[in-house]
């Protein structure tokens, strides 16, 4: 009799834990502070996590993935992302590691552009052009961040509300990065803007992944696929020439899965021009939808990255400007090309190109767009 009463208590003391905590959901969501500004401001870091075992930390600076595990063929789940190891990093870093960058993620040639009959001239920090949003790019503001309910895994959403007029660019923007951790390995990303002039818009995320988990040695031996038959040829500052050009026959062909590092010292001249691999791939099947377009594997572990989006470009960025200057998590100096990025956006330069995807954003439209990183093993 004793052992049955003790047992209903059990069940009754385990249902309410479940309850109060409001299910399965809000325990995988954790808030913390992560640091300080400089006047004062504290920065947060949400601590997501799914059912297996995944989890991603991601601060309301930069909207920023400080880290991420996924797991290896044995299960064994690893930081998969480069990043500082505080936040001071992230406030005096040049790498935009991890962020969400933005107003215009990537170049517009000499920051310059031309919307319903006015010319717009942006803050330069690149050469002569603007790159991923100037000076004072999204990824070094303060968003606004709120736990969302999400039955699919847990969720944060980061808001920023860029002035009108900030670093050049026209309208009020209100642009919303929600980030799920889905219970089957994704990482989802939706973002979502308005604004109250018509302005330009291209968001991304910006993290570097390097799926060996071992952040001392460089990306080359990562398998990449890109379904993309051409690309975006550059000129020596790395504005887009205005063609595509075909990646058949070329060291950019990634059409069949290849090793990140088998060709990319070729003498080829548009791996010169960037130092490797910094080139925007002209995805297949652009209609709206989301459909996969890339994917990456890393023949140690087994681990595996697919990408999925909506977008129309994706920028296949192989690290070149890590040096071994730039001194990250665990005191780790990061070797040249110690991660890579894929970076889902719209073409460089497209408000100077009339004929490419539009990233106008008028007042009355909203902007829509999903990313996915989804992660396994094999
Ligand atoms: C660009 C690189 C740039 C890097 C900055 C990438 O998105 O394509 O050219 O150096 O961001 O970290």
């Excluded at 799914?50 to 991601?58: M, R, V």
């Excluded at 505080?86 to 040049?94: A, D, I, K, P």
């Excluded at 550059?234 to 020439?241: C, E, Q, Y």
């Amino acid at each position: 009799m004793k052992k049955i009463i003790f047992l209903i208590l059990l069940a009754l003391s385990c249902f309410s834990a479940y309850a109060l905590s409001g299910g399965k959901e809000k325990a995988m969501i954790e808030k913390n502070v992560y640091g300080k500004l400089q006047d004062g401001t504290e920065i947060y870091v949400y601590t997501l996590k799914n059912d297996k075992g995944a989890e991603a930390k991601i601060i309301n600076y930069g909207a920023t993935v400080v880290s991420l595990t996924a797991p290896d063929r044995n299960g064994k789940y690893s930081d998969i992302v480069l990043g500082w190891e505080n936040l001071q990093g992230y406030v005096n870093g040049s790498t935009y590691f991890g962020a969400i960058v933005g107003r215009y993620g990537n170049r517009i040639a000499k920051g310059k552009f031309t919307l319903d009959g006015k010319t717009y001239q942006l803050s330069i920090n690149d050469g002569q052009n603007t790159l991923h949003g100037g000076k004072i790019g999204f990824d070094k503001r303060v968003w606004k961040s709120e736990e969302v309910k999400s039955k699919l895994g847990s969720a944060v959403k980061f808001t920023y509300v860029s002035p009108d007029g900030e670093e050049g660019f026209p309208g009020t923007l209100t642009l919303s990065v929600t980030y799920t951790l889905m219970n089957n390995n994704e990482l989802k990303l939706e973002y979502k803007a308005t604004t109250d002039k018509p302005t330009i818009l291209n968001p991304t995320h910006h993290s570097y992944f390097n799926l060996s988990g071992d952040f001392k040695k460089p990306i080359l031996d990562h398998i990449l696929q890109i379904n993309a038959d051409e690309f975006t040829p550059v000129d020596k500052g790395l504005i887009p020439t205005g063609v595509f050009e075909k990646v058949e026959g070329t060291p950019m062909d990634f059409r069949k899965p290849t090793a990140i590092g088998a060709r990319i010292n070729d003498n080829f001249e548009q791996l010169k021009i960037a130092g490797g691999y910094d080139h925007n791939f002209v995805l297949r099947n652009y209609n709206g939808k989301v459909r996969e377009v890339a994917d990456v594997y890393e023949p140690t572990t087994g681990r595996h990255m697919e990408v999925f989006t909506d977008q129309p470009g994706i920028q296949f960025y192989s690290g070149n400007f890590l040096n071994g200057t730039q001194i990250g998590k665990d005191g780790i100096a990061y070797p040249h090309r110690a991660g890579f990025c894929l970076e889902t956006q719209h073409y460089p330069d497209s408000p100077n190109e009339p004929k490419w995807p539009s990233v106008v954003l008028k007042p009355g439209q909203t902007f829509h767009s999903t990313t996915i990183y989804k992660f396994s093993a094999k």
